[in-house]
């Protein structure tokens, strides 16, 4: 006969919550660079520029038409929450975008060439 294994799983660590600031559009927007530090980093670097207001359309846009196709099929609340996700994501992208300008170029160096 075979024994049993009786071992007990590894008891996994409680995690604690961490007390993180919320990323706002007001937060993106004091961390990104204003118009005139963007114009000087694509001189420096040789970029192009780009176009935000092209880029805000273009996402405004995106985000009304699927809405305007989930309307027929969901309810307000689902609606909400969806559209809240959505948007979340946009500004949480923008917000590490953001953060990468705020770094030492040190560190943002290396991650350029990824």
């Known amino acids: 006969m075979t024994a049993k294994n009786t071992q007990k799983p590894a008891q996994q660590p409680t995690r604690t919550p961490q007390n993180r600031p919320a990323i706002t559009l007001e937060l993106v927007v004091a961390l990104a660079p204003n118009h005139t530090q963007a114009e000087k980093m694509c001189s420096t670097f040789g970029l192009d ?9 273009t996402t405004e846009e995106q985000v009304g ?34 953060g990468f300008y705020t770094l030492p170029p040190s560190e943002s160096g290396p991650m350029m060439h990824r």
């Open 49 to 57: 520029p780009v176009d935000y207001h092209g880029v805000r359309e």
């Open 65 to 98: 038409r699927s809405a305007q196709v989930l309307e027929p099929t969901v309810n307000e609340t689902a609606m909400r929450i969806h559209l809240q996700r959505i948007v979340g994501a946009f500004v949480s992208s923008a917000h590490g975008a953001a």
